[in-house]
């Protein structure tokens, strides 16, 4: 399962996150590419690809993720109508956007199980 966490103009948050994950014992071992697009004047941080392989996976990402935001300082406010809330991140699978900022380790983990058809292929929980 490939997913992709957006920067939405936070390009500090994103490479913070990604340093997180490479040194996490449960993440470490995790594909995490970034994706890069083109600014006025140089390539600008867009997202991270993250690479899930099976349920293990899922889980560590999970609680990496929460443990990273839990200690990330409180972030401002969106602009009003975004629909976001504050701090929160994006998470993007297929045609799903959800934002993830608010979600404890269970329910994220138990998001991407669903937006993975349940569990990663022929694998069992």
Request: proline content about 6%; some cysteine.
């Amino acid at each position: 399962m490939e997913l992709c966490i957006l920067a939405d103009g936070d390009e500090e948050s994103v490479v913070d996150l990604q340093s997180w994950l490479a040194v996490d014992p449960g993440t470490a071992q995790l594909p995490v590419t970034t994706v890069a697009g083109h600014g006025p004047t140089m390539s600008a941080l867009e997202a991270l690809n993250v690479v899930l392989s099976n349920t293990t996976d899922i889980a560590n990402f999970a609680l990496a993720y929460v443990t990273w935001r839990a200690t990330r300082p409180l972030q401002l406010p969106r602009p009003a109508g975004s629909g976001e809330q504050p701090g929160g991140q994006r998470l993007v699978h297929g045609d799903s956007t959800v934002d993830i900022g608010h979600l404890s380790a269970e329910e994220l983990a138990k998001l991407l199980r669903g937006l993975n058809g349940g569990t990663p292929s022929g694998e069992q929980e």
